[in-house]
């Protein structure tokens, strides 16, 4: 980020600490889209999705004064995001719990990467959103949070085991419903 525009997102951010409206408004606007595609991969739908996106900017703007410059500002409101997500998806879904005992063996589940690599995105985030909730939940924290099954537990307050079989059986999953797709797109 150009030093000028870091100095300008800094005075929004000190702006919105006053309660500045116009300040949160600017501040909304910059990171609307980002954090819509955030809250979009938690939810089934884009009504959802704007439900959260709506909760996560009130606890940032409530939350602002304890943004301390250190780091992003785009990380700290997408961290505020994702944990509203989850927030939404203890609240709004039944957590589809999968006996801790069943963890399925990395040899049954063929490699990602040949799978997805045949695809484009909107059929992979097609895919992803047609998952039960908790396979959603776990998928999105573990492949693209990058967060390790432990921590996904503690979040979702399911076991280490239960993160571990969702994953799993989301990955089947993805793989069976990209498998049905007539059209994959050919690598050249």
């Not at 000190?14 to 819509?36: N, P, T």
């Not at 879904?93 to 040949?114: A, G, P, R, W």
């Not at 059929?123 to 959103?129: E, L, P, S, T």
Request: glycine share 4%; aromatic share 10%; charged share 30%.
């Amino acid at each position: 980020m150009d030093p000028k525009d870091q100095h300008i997102l800094d005075d929004i951010v000190k702006k919105c600490v006053k309660g500045d409206r116009k300040a949160q408004q600017e501040l909304y606007k910059l990171f609307y889209s980002k954090m819509m595609g955030v809250c979009y991969r938690y939810t089934n739908n884009t009504e959802d999705a704007r439900d959260v996106l709506q909760d996560g900017f009130v606890k940032v703007y409530c939350n602002i004064n304890k943004y301390n410059f250190n780091g992003s500002l785009e990380g700290w409101i997408r961290r505020i995001m994702v944990n509203t997500a989850i927030d939404h998806y203890r609240k709004e879904k039944n957590i589809f719990h999968i006996n801790d005992d069943y963890i399925l063996d990395n040899n049954n589940v063929e490699s990602s990467e040949t799978i997805y690599s045949q695809f484009g995105e909107k059929d992979i985030m097609d895919a992803i959103q047609s998952l039960s909730p908790a396979y959603q939940a776990v998928f999105n924290l573990n492949v693209i949070e990058g967060l390790q099954h432990k921590e996904i537990a503690i979040r979702l307050n399911i076991s280490e085991g239960t993160s571990k079989s969702n994953l799993a059986k989301a990955k089947q999953n993805l793989k069976k419903i990209l498998t049905k797709k007539e059209t994959p797109l050919k690598h050249e």
